[in-house]
Structure formats: C-alpha cells, structure tokens
C-alpha cells in the first residue's frame, strides 16, 4: 500500500505516520516511510509519503498512492496529484472538523485520530482493533479514541 | 526488537551497538535527531558514554578527536556546513589518525531543503583522504555505522557517513541488536611524533594516511561492488540514488534494460577492480548517478573517459536527485519511456515564525524605532524569518550577523555618514557557537554596532535542543548554565539591557536609547531580548494565554497594518470580507498582535 499524508507544522502528520507504521510492525508487515521537515515546523508542509508491505526506499510517486490523508485544506490539489486514477483514498480534514477538535476535544493534534479512523474505514488491510491496539498506548487514549469513533462514523 | 528508525535515529544505534561510547556534536537540519537519540539510548539501557551537544562543530571535532586518541570510540555528527566549521581539526585528525576510532557523521542537504548549500562532503572526505561509507535506507545507516567504526579502528583513520535528508529523514522498520555497557578504558600513549607532529614529522603521517588509504582501497566488502539485474546500459550509482534506481526498474520492468553497479565506499575507489567490473559487464553505454556532486564520476572519467553523467550534461549539476528526476534523466539517455504526467507542485507557503514567537514581537519593536533606515544583518536560525518583517538584510553563516554588522558599521562610518544604523540580531545558540568571537572585535575595535540577542533559551529551528545556558541536559543531567549577560559583561560591553520580548513598549524604548548610545559613545551597544520558545512544550504552557482574542469588526478597516508589518500566520485576511480574522486552529492567544492594529480592533478578554 502507498500512502501520503500531507499537513502543516504541529498538526501532527509525523505522529500520524508512526501511527501507520506501529500498526504495521504490530502485524508483522514492512514499513517505510519519507518526509521532509526543516522549515516545516514554520507553518510550511508536512509531507510524509509510505509504502507499506512493498519497495526499497520510502518515497511515493504521484499518480501511484492508493490513499492520500491531507490534514490541511490548502494541499487539496497537491494530494489528489498522489493518488491512482483508479482509487477514491482521499481523505480531508476539515475546516469544520479543526473546529469540532478545538472545541470539543481542546487541542487540534487530536486531528490525527479522527483521520485515521477515516483511513481504517475505507481500507482493508488494518482493523479498528489494530489502531486502538496503538491509541491505547498514548497518554491521552480518551480523546484520542472519540476523535478515532467519530472517523469511523 | 524492531523499531521504525529514522535513518538519524538507526545511526545512533548502529554507533552504540558498536561501541562508540563518546559522541558530540551540534545541531543542523538534518543531522540533528543522532545525538538526541543516543541521549535517549544511553537512558533507557543504562549505557555508560558521554553523548551530548558541543557548542559549535569545531569544538566538537576536536573533543571527539581527543576521545579517540585515548582510545575510546567516538563519533561527531553535523550538518554539511556544519563539516566547514569543523575543517580545521577535520584536516587535521586525519593526518594524526584517530586510535580509537572516530566515525564522522555527516548529513548533506541536496535541495536544499533547509541549509545555505548544497554541497557535497564526499568531496571533503576525497579531500582529507578518509574513507566515505554512502548508505542507501534507514536499515543501512544502521549497518554501515557499525562498519564505519570497524573501519575506523582497524585503520586508525576517522571514516565519514554520508548520510542525505533523504535517508535521514526516512523512516523503516529496523530489527536492532543488543546494547550492552561495555567495560572501556581510556589509554592515551604518548607519542609526540604524531599527537603533536611538528611540518616534519607531518610528511611521515601523510605518507602514513596514503598508505591508510591505498590499503582500505583494496579491503574485502568496502571495496566490493554489488550488481542488479541483467540490462545492457549499466548504471554507476551509490546512496540514496541507488534505492530510487532500485524502485524505478522494479516499478517499470526494466529488469532487462537496465544494469546497477553499487558502490557502497565513493572514496577511495579501487579504479583498476572498478574498470574490471565494468568491462565484465559488456555494456557499451556507462552512466553514472549520484547524489551531489560528480565524486565517483571524477573518479571514473580518468579511467573511462566516456562515462555520462553530470560532466557529460546527462545529470543536472544542481539541484535534489530525486526520484522524479531520475526518471526525466533515464527518458533524456532513452532507457525509460516516462510519460510526463505534470507534476504538481505544492501551493507555496512563506514559512513564518510561529504564532506568538518572541521573535517575532522583537522584530516588530525594532521596525518600529529603525524603520527602513537601518541596515540589518541577521544569522541562522529561526529568526532568519525576522526577513517577512523587512528586518533581515544579510544572512550568511553560523555567527556571521555580528561580523558583518561590524563590517557594514566599519565602511560606513569610514567612507559614508557615520549616523549609519547597523541592527545584527542572533539566536542565543549561534551566540555561542560562533558570535561570541566577532563580539570581541567588535568591542576591541570600536564597532557602533547595535546587538540584539534574540534569546528563546534553546535552539529551536532545529527541534529544540538544549543551548550552553541551560542548567540541565536533554535527559535531566546536570550542566552548569552559562549566563549570556556575564559573558557580555566579560567581553567590555559597556551598554546592556536585558527585556522580555513580549514587552514591546519596552524594547522600543531599549532600542532608542541603544540607538542614542552608539552615536554618541561609538562603541556597541548589546540588548537581550528574552521569551521561552512557544514551540517547547514548557514554553507554551507558561506563556500567557488569554482566555479569547478577537477582532472587532466594526473596527477592522482592512488595512491589513497587522497582517503585514505584525506578520503572524493565525492571522488572516479574509478576501471576501476585506477583514482580518484569527485562525483559531493556530492562535496560542499570546495577544501580541494587538499593539499592532492602529484602530484597535484587535481585542482580549482576561
């Protein structure tokens, strides 16, 4: 599987990415991944490509990505450029979300669980069980876990 | 135990799990998570080594250089430009040797994503004759590591990592081998003909190095090429270029097309076994690509003068090799059939400091009292984006804004009006890694130069590492703080006044009288402008936080005053509205912003 996910600094798309990549080594399937930060962090993009069970190095080509996570409104265009002709893994947070998180959950980085709850509904290769496997782990699993549901929804 | 490294984090392992028990360094994208995580290692397995920051790249050298003198493994890490601060000992360590083994860890920036160059510090191991290792992924940073110091002993000679962005910053899930404390002891031997060698005894170390060099140049693995698949046009590649070469013929069946030669050591190369492999392969057409500069091809050419590559105008001689590229290069040398499919580029986004940054407001404050009228040379770090506020001129090297300031104040008040304002700012960290000299002579020689040190108390552009005045390290060690105030003290600075960044009025009142100061005295006049970093997560949670901050829209004209001279990200003008609005998602609700909007409409509530 390849996949990009693409944000901007603080929004956590690198926290996302180990997320995929724990769940894959919990299965026992290979992982790698590219990114580039730097100037980043300064409210540029985040981009992190993946290729998971397949390649030698982590780098995604456009026009090859079976999902594209954006975290961000403004790389609409860029994501689609990633994604096969023949597949619909595109996956959005937004505006509106960015708001339910802040309000509802208090801190935007909880922006990553929702998403990947929308990224495990439309595939098939992680279940629900593989990401809470995962989210259990973190310090705020609560908060993590309702932003998770409310992307299965 | 398996692990998604980073190839910066699979180096660390790879050095310890060797026995590198001493490694220093300074921070640069994006070389900087080696240390970090060596740190971290040496926590969790209760590892006995000294890991931790230097503070600059020469220091660092120089301190890992007398390590290995006695006998321990060490290493250096740094950026690319961060090996130019180091030359000197760099030079130097490899003429002397290094007995314990000494494994220089560079990563290169081809781009460049986030440095001033794009340099290639293969040709800097060429040049100081030390073997260069290239890994291709994560998996072989962590291999070739542990072979850099094997090398590195066995030789007595220091041996460069070439990592690149690329590799560094890609991730992949590395089965790692056990950290054991090792029982080292430190057992310098005395020897003057080489540890202080006089021009005399330096000739007899640099045939020693030569012979070091041809030896390595024939040992069994470092020497050895490996090949795939069975194509007729052979490609000569190495690093990051190899694993993309690896995906492109794997993703576009051209198993039969294409040949791949892979040097894992560009220098020294075996050129006779080299020329052998190559002729073994009966192909008639010799490409090579790398990442950098044209190392191996230099090298290549004077045996095979047909090669194509970067000399030959097939490679392009700037810019990344990236994937992308090395697909254009094959349908360009008529190997690949790509369908260009326009690439889509990413929107642009000025990068800017952070919402409620203290940079930010300091640069603000001395717009404000210097306007356009000032000459500001500024440094490298965070602040180098003091440039969307009109209030960077210059920004060159490590600790250059201090230098060039006293230049620009030199000439002008020699050749021009001597009521010439020049404005440096630096980060706390770059004062320490590389100002600190060009304040000397700035005071020594009477330099009008107004100083600002904009002082965040860490080194933030590249991640928050700890900076000399801090009073403990990354892991809760205890470290002696080095106060930036006494050392300004020490150095003869005889203006000095030290203000939180957030007080705006305040520093505008600082700057006038700094202003007024080196006019009339003609000596330097030095501000401390100080604000944790709001990147940190202690800095963020002890800044101040207003419960809400909005814009009033019956006040807002639209003038957009706050947007462009204030500059901060959260906030947005909204085109349709002609208003301003705050980016909820990002504001950290510091209220910075709100001196900046001359009606008033920007508002808080406690």
């Known amino acids: ?51 998971i069970g397949e390649g030698k190095s982590g780098v995604v080509l456009q026009k090859t990505a079976d999902f594209t996570l954006v975290l961000d409104e403004a790389y609409l265009d860029y994501g689609k450029a990633f994604l096969r002709e023949d597949v619909f893994g595109f996956i959005v947070l937004k505006n509106k979300d960015k708001e339910w998180i802040v309000k509802d ?29 995962v989210l259990k ?17 | 135990m398996k692990l998604f490294l980073s190839g910066n984090e699979a180096i ?40 931790d920051w230097s503070v600059n790249e020469k220091v660092a050298f120089e301190e890992a250089t007398a390590a290995s003198y006695s006998h321990i493994g060490s290493a250096v890490v740094m950026k690319q430009v961060g090996l130019n601060v180091a030359m000197d000992p760099f030079m130097n360590t490899a003429m002397t040797g290094a007995p314990g083994g000494l494994v220089v860890v560079v990563a290169d920036d081809p781009g460049p994503h986030s440095s001033q160059t794009e340099q290639d510090s293969r040709f800097l191991a060429f040049f100081a004759k030390i073997p260069v290792l290239e890994p291709s992924t994560p998996q072989e940073a962590y291999g070739f590591s542990k072979k850099a110091l094997f090398l590195s002993r066995n030789f007595e000679i220091p041996v460069m990592i070439r990592s690149v962005t690329r590799v560094s910053h890609s991730r992949e899930d590395i089965e790692v081998g056990r950290l054991d404390d090792l029982q080292v002891k430190p057992n310098f031997i005395r020897d003057v003909d080489r540890f202080a060698a006089t021009p005399h005894f330096r000739l007899i170390l640099h045939k020693e190095l030569n012979e070091k060099i041809e030896s390595i140049k024939k040992l069994k693995w470092f020497s050895d090429f490996e090949e795939y698949f069975e194509g007729g046009v052979l490609i000569v590649t190495s690093g990051v270029s190899f694993a993309y070469l690896y995906d492109i ?49 230099m090298q290549l050419k004077t045996k095979m003068p047909t090669v194509e590559g970067r000399l030959s105008g097939l490679v392009p001689n700037e810019g990344e090799l990236t994937i992308d590229k090395i697909g254009e290069i094959l349908a360009k040398a008529g190997v690949l059939n790509q369908k260009s499919h326009g690439f889509v580029l990413p929107p642009f986004k000025r ?71 020049v404005v440096a ?65 020490a150095l003869g600075v005889e203006f000095l006044k030290i203000r939180d960044a957030y007080d705006i009025d305040g520093m505008i009142n600082d700057l006038k009288h700094a202003k007024d100061f080196v006019l009339d005295n003609k000596v330097p006049a030095v501000l401390i ?44 003008f909204d085109e349709d509205r002609k208003k301003v609005f705050i980016d909820v998602a990002t504001c950290i609700k510091c209220g910075q912003c709100v001196k900046s909007c001359p009606f008033d409409a920007i508002k808080v509530e406690q």
């Open chain 2, 425 to 489: 700012t630096i980060g706390d960290s770059t004062f320490f890694h590389s100002g600190m000299p060009a304040l000397v002579d700035a005071v020594h020689n009477n330099s009008k130069l107004i100083l600002v040190i904009l002082d965040n108390s860490t080194v933030a552009m590249t991640g928050n590492q700890t900076t000399p005045a801090d009073k403990y390290n990354q892991i809760g060690e205890k470290t002696k703080s080095i106060e930036i105030e006494r050392v300004i003290e």
């Open chain 2, 351 to 421: 990068p800017s400091l952070c919402p409620g940054c203290g940079h930010r407001s300091a640069f603000y404050a001395i717009k404000q009292v210097f306007k356009n009228k000032a000459i500001y040379a500024s440094d490298i770090g965070c602040y180098t984006l003091g440039l969307n506020l009109g209030a960077v001129d210059t920004v060159h090297c490590m600790g250059a804004s201090i230098s060039f300031g006293f230049g620009f104040d030199k000439v002008y008040s020699l050749f021009g009006k001597n009521d010439q304002v």
């Open chain 1, 137 to 153: 782990n973190f310090k705020f699993f609560k908060k993590n876990r309702i932003a998770f549901e409310r992307g299965l929804v």
């Open chain 2, 12 to 51: 660390a392992f790879g050095l310890v799990e060797a026995g590198v028990r001493f490694i220093v360094g300074y921070p640069g994208t994006p070389s900087s998570e080696v240390i970090p995580t060596a740190m971290d290692i040496k926590k969790r397995f209760g590892i006995k080594g000294y890991f």
């Open chain 2, 249 to 297: 013929v794997k993703d576009n069946n051209l198993e039969d097309k294409l040949k791949l030669l892979r040097i894992s050591m560009s220098y020294p190369l075996d050129l006779e076994k080299l020329k052998k492999a190559i002729d073994k392969t009966g192909s008639k057409r010799v490409l090579v690509i790398e990442e950098g500069y044209p190392v191996i091809e």
């Open chain 1, 105 to 133: 959950l208090g801190d935007i980085r909880f922006a990553n669980a929702l998403i990947l709850g929308r990224f495990v509904k439309q595939q098939n290769l992680f279940t629900n069980d593989d990401a809470i496997e």
């Open chain 2, 529 to 572: 402008f100080r604000h944790p970093c709001v990147y940190s997560g202690e800095g963020l949670e002890n800044n101040i936080r207003f419960k809400n901050i909005y814009i009033n829209k019956d006040l807002c004209t639209g003038c957009r005053v706050c947007v462009n001279q204030f500059e901060c990200p959260s906030l947005i």
């Open chain 1, 1 to 51: 599987m390849k996949l990009i996910i693409l944000g901007v600094g603080g929004m956590g798309a690198l926290s996302l990415s180990k997320i995929v990549a724990q769940m894959s080594m919990n299965r026992n399937i290979s992982v790698r991944s590219s990114e580039i930060h730097g100037m980043a962090k300064k409210g540029g993009l985040v981009e992190v490509q993946m290729k």
